[in-house]
């Protein structure tokens, strides 16, 4: 393999260089430069560290590769951005790539010219299963590293049960954290190579972003495999999680490229005029190396100064700090510092909370709260709070203005068109220790007088029911003693776009329960949000009067306030309770009447409590810091909480002031109304009303068999004459009739439901083949975490491709015809065979006649506009529009110049033509024919001329 063959660019502006002088790379230049970075390094990183990392596998004609894609990037567009940006290592070498997401990426408008890039194979599959299911392995796999330990332990032990001696590319976001990776590999026999960083430009690391950091892991052989100490794998793990905490605290990108370039990394640095040998924890500051004080940094009139703090190092601690090795290299030194300075922060975790802390894993409950949200390159972390604040009102109390408040990536509930599921609730009725004799009714009645109040008056309480109204309708269905069921839709917003339906079934007992499911149905996506909606008012009502209880606790209308430690352990039975259905919204420090507004619109949904420093203080000693709330911050527990539980599952917002911002209200509403829904037993828990329906009738054939077979047996025995027997069959008669009229009245109305739900069907299918032909057609939406700085400058998606092959004819007309352009294959098929040069000019032709000229053709009598950019469309091309003149007419030519068209034989009577003559390599002409009924365009002839007087021959 000569060096031309394996010249690659060495850095991400080298690299979007190179991609940009491609011809079917040129469309790239069209986007903001921070947006092309961000692509050269995600898409080009890759195919770099491969080259440095893996360049054996080139031996081979044709290279196989995988990639495993946790967050939906490498699978945009169907794979074809690897497409391109491998063709900057290797333009000549086909890549097969298969991509393994673990979600289907979402699709939108594209850039048109990534799609003459050839597809990879994307599957929604985990990586290791389709590893498992391979007789031959890829020649590489490409492995982003996950967020957290626990999975990236899981991640080498799937990969060592592959076949031994496979290679893996490793990426990581930062260099510490390859570090550590590295480590994690060779404590379980891998041979690892090695660090390679992808810099933005010669002599510019990115310290902190995808893509950048690699190593590459060969998976050992069975007697070199080994299992690693379980010391071994919690140092690394605490470790692991105290760089990704320190990284979280960068208040912006820049300072958290910062911590992740100066991290346990030596320095002699001046603190208070003295010079020390020390080592850095940024931002706060660092160690004395010496002493095993601890310093930091503070802001004064002259700039940054470094200045002591109170904290020390243990003196056991302090002789265990490594010493500098001239015999160990820069990254083996900075390792053995990030495993001691995590033993530091983890004794100083030990201390009493009341204690000034310095790590946002190990933060004391006065201190402000994390926010669990995403920085830059490390996905789902908690960013935590920076210096203490001199002016706080709370000794240790932080700035709240150091902790991005940082939103959910996505809704969590649909805005699509269609039924959305915007809540649901299940409780018991009543409060503890009440009598419940009368619950059911109560809770009916109320039920009915707030449909009363919105103008629909049930005749019946206790049996079946249907009201409508301009307004809405209601459907009531009941046994007349145990169940009672009601579906009200609320049209008075459909003018908007939506209507919102209220499911609500009430079950009687020993312990009454009620079902709620709050639904809107979308007829567009411009219809209201499902965010801008609450419980209704009734749930409200009767959690007032009536009560809603969640294992064996009161759901309110108001928040909960707890205060002094007495009051700890019923907070922490609540969390920890396993039968829990609902969330638990809890909220540190002051707040004002916001909270009881949140809780009145979450009535049923979610418990909010609201908690003083005290309690504050015995979550952090019973469930650990990570799991806890504390400082002035807000905290959803979803169901099944226990203290072992992911804290990263259990999502933490900071506050800024007493009140929650209208922003955080509607996260708050959507994240626990979302969690309410996605139960795996929401169906069983709250089943539909259409499943309580279906259930009536069934209960009622049931009860009409019982009823025929009774009458029956009392017509067999007990008729004691002829007449008696007559007049027993004809009661049989009468009741098995009346059982059959009721039985064809259901039967039809699920025959009409049935009906109903097939046009659903019908359209839901046909809604799903235009979005397919849609996604063909190349549109698609670049994933969420793409953010502001990641967007695409306008006008780039809709850029122009030209190119200078007839390879791709079809598949550009098809892409950029737009619907108003159709190509006959005589026309490609003559393109092809033609010595014609000006390629390009025959693609900007094509793309007149869909953009200029059936827009002149349609135009109304008084718009002269469109004619004259024509004229001028044609002017810049240097074409002219004609008609053929006689020649489509003459006996002799007149075949030549007709073509099928749809069902009929159509004539090719006009052109767009440039220069003279009748040949030569740039002289073009294009033959069309306008239908005006479906106002499209037929290309049925190019780049040359047609048989006329003159040509002859053609």
């Known amino acids: 393999m000569s060096e031309a063959e394996m010249s690659i660019p060495t850095t991400a502006r080298t690299y979007d260089a190179a991609i940009q002088s491609r011809a079917d790379g040129k469309f790239i230049s069209r986007f903001k430069e921070q947006t092309r970075i961000m692509f050269a390094t995600n898409y080009g990183g890759p195919f770099f560290a491969i080259s440095r990392l893996a360049p054996e596998i080139y031996a081979k004609p044709n290279v196989n590769l995988l990639f495993a894609d946790a967050g939906g990037w490498y699978a945009e567009a169907g794979g074809r951005w690897l497409t391109l940006y491998a063709k900057a290592l290797q333009p000549a070498r086909k890549h097969t790539i298969t991509v393994c997401s673990s979600r289907r990426p979402e699709y939108g408008k594209a850039p048109k010219p990534i799609l003459f890039q050839p597809p990879q194979q994307v599957l929604l599959k985990s990586w290791d299963k389709h590893l498992q299911g391979l007789d031959t392995l890829p020649d590489l796999t490409v492995l982003p590293v996950p967020d957290d330990f626990e999975r990236t332990v899981a991640l080498v032990e799937s990969l060592r049960t592959i076949t031994a001696g496979h290679k893996a590319l490793i990426s990581c976001h930062l260099r510490a954290q390859a570090l550590l990776v590295g480590a994690l590999f060779r404590a379980y026999g891998f041979e690892t190579s090695p660090i390679v960083g992808f810099d933005l430009a010669d002599g510019e690391p990115q310290h902190l972003a995808q893509g950048t950091w690699w190593l590459s892991a060969i998976v050992p052989t069975k007697e070199h495999a080994t299992e690693p100490a379980k010391e071994v794998i919690d140092e690394l793990g605490l470790t692991f999680h105290c760089l990704r905490s320190q990284v979280a605290q960068g208040a912006t990108k820049e300072d958290a490229a910062l911590v992740a370039a100066t991290i346990a990394t030596r320095a002699t640095v001046s603190v208070e005029g003295k010079d020390i040998r020390a080592v850095r924890i940024p931002p706060l500051g660092g160690i004395d190396l010496d002493t095993g004080r601890f310093f930091n940094v503070t802001e004064e009139a002259k700039g940054k100064l470094l200045v002591w703090d109170t904290l020390t190092t243990g003196t056991d601690l302090l002789t265990q700090a490594p010493a500098e090795d001239k015999d160990n290299s820069a990254d083996e030194d900075r390792l053995n510092l990030m495993l001691w300075v995590a033993k530091v922060l983890a004794e100083l975790d030990k201390r009493e909370p009341d204690e000034p802390a310095i790590s946002p894993a190990l933060q004391g409950p006065d201190q402000e709260m994390a926010v669990d949200g995403k920085s830059d390159g490390l996905q789902k972390q908690p960013v935590a709070d920076g210096a203490v604040d001199a002016d706080a009102k709370h000794p240790g109390e932080v700035r709240s203005d150091t902790i991005p408040a940082t939103r959910p990536q996505r809704p969590r509930l649909s805005r699509h068109a269609g039924a959305i599921n915007v809540l649901a609730l299940a409780a018991r009725l009543g409060r503890a220790g009440q009598r419940t004799e009368k619950t059911f009714d109560t809770t009916r009645a109320r039920i009915l007088l707030w449909l009363k109040s919105k103008g629909f008056h049930a005749t019946d309480p206790m049996g079946n029911n249907h009201i409508e109204s301009l307004d809405g309708e209601v459907t009531i269905e009941s046994d007349g003693t145990r169940i009672w069921s009601l579906r009200f839709d609320d049209r008075r917003s459909m003018e908007q776009g939506a209507i919102w339906r209220v499911e609500a079934t009430l079950i009687n007992g020993a312990q009454p329960a009620m079902g709620l499911r709050l639904i809107q149905v979308r007829s567009t996506e411009e219809a209201p949000l499902p965010v801008a909606s609450g419980v209704p008012q009734v749930v409200a009502d009767i959690a007032k009067d009536i009560g809603l209880m969640d294992a064996g606790t009161a759901l309110l209308n108001t928040a909960t306030h707890l205060s002094g430690e007495e009051d700890a352990p019923r907070l922490i039975q609540l969390l920890l309770n396993a039968e829990r259905i609902q969330p638990v919204i809890v909220i540190a420090g002051d707040i004002d009447a916001s909270a009881d507004r949140l809780a009145r619109r979450l009535t049923g949904v979610a418990h909010i409590v609201c908690i003083d420093t005290p309690i504050s203080h015995q979550l952090v000693r019973r469930l650990g810091r990570e799991r806890s709330v504390y400082g002035h911050a807000v905290r959803l527990y979803r169901p099944g909480f226990n203290a072992e539980a992911d804290p990263y599952l259990h999502p933490v917002w900071p506050l800024k002031t007493n009140q929650l911002p209208k922003w955080l209200v509607n996260d708050l509403f959507e994240e626990a109304c979302a969690t309410s829904t996605a139960a795996e037993d929401l169906d069983e828990r709250v089943p539909p009303f259409q499943a309580i329906r279906q259930h009536l009738a069934a209960e009622r054939v049931r009860s009409s068999e019982a009823r025929l077979a009774t009458l029956r047996e009392q017509a067999t025995h007990a008729a004691a004459s002829k007449d008696e027997q007559i007049s027993q069959l004809q009661a049989i008669r009468e009741e098995l009739e009346s059982a059959l009229a009721a039985h064809r009245a259901t039967a039809t109305e699920f025959d009409?439901?049935?009906?109903?739900?097939?046009?659903?069907?019908?359209?839901?299918?046909?809604?799903?083949?235009?979005?397919?032909?849609?996604?063909?057609?190349?549109?698609?939406?670049?994933?969420?975490?793409?953010?502001?700085?990641?967007?695409?400058?306008?006008?780039?998606?809709?850029?122009?491709?030209?190119?200078?092959?007839?390879?791709?004819?079809?598949?550009?007309?098809?892409?950029?015809?737009?619907?108003?352009?159709?190509?006959?294959?005589?026309?490609?098929?003559?393109?092809?065979?033609?010595?014609?040069?000006?390629?390009?000019?025959?693609?900007?032709?094509?793309?007149?006649?869909?953009?200029?000229?059936?827009?002149?053709?349609?135009r109304s009598t008084d718009d002269n506009e469109a004619y004259q950019r024509s004229k001028q469309a044609l002017a810049e091309l240097g074409l002219e529009e004609s008609d053929v003149g006689t020649a489509d007419e003459i006996k002799r030519y007149k075949k030549e110049y007709q073509r099928q068209y749809g069902e009929k034989i159509v004539t090719l009577d006009r052109h767009l033509k440039r220069g003279v003559g009748f040949g030569g390599d740039f002289q073009f002409r294009l033959y069309f024919y306008y239908d005006d009924k479906s106002a499209k365009v037929l290309v049925g002839h190019m780049p040359t001329h047609l048989t006329n007087r003159l040509t002859h021959n053609g």
Do not use: C
């Open 752 to 858: 009409a439901q049935m009906a109903e739900l097939r046009k659903e069907l019908q359209a839901t299918r046909r809604e799903r083949d235009d979005a397919r032909e849609e996604i063909r057609r190349s549109h698609y939406q670049f994933h969420a975490q793409w953010s502001e700085n990641e967007e695409l400058e306008t006008g780039a998606a809709d850029e122009s491709y030209y190119p200078d092959t007839w390879d791709e004819l079809e598949e550009w007309v098809e892409i950029y015809g737009e619907g108003k352009l159709e190509l006959h294959p005589k026309a490609a098929k003559a393109a092809r065979e033609s010595p014609f040069k000006d390629i390009p000019l025959a693609y900007k032709a094509m793309e007149y006649l869909v953009r200029h000229y059936v827009p002149m053709r349609t």
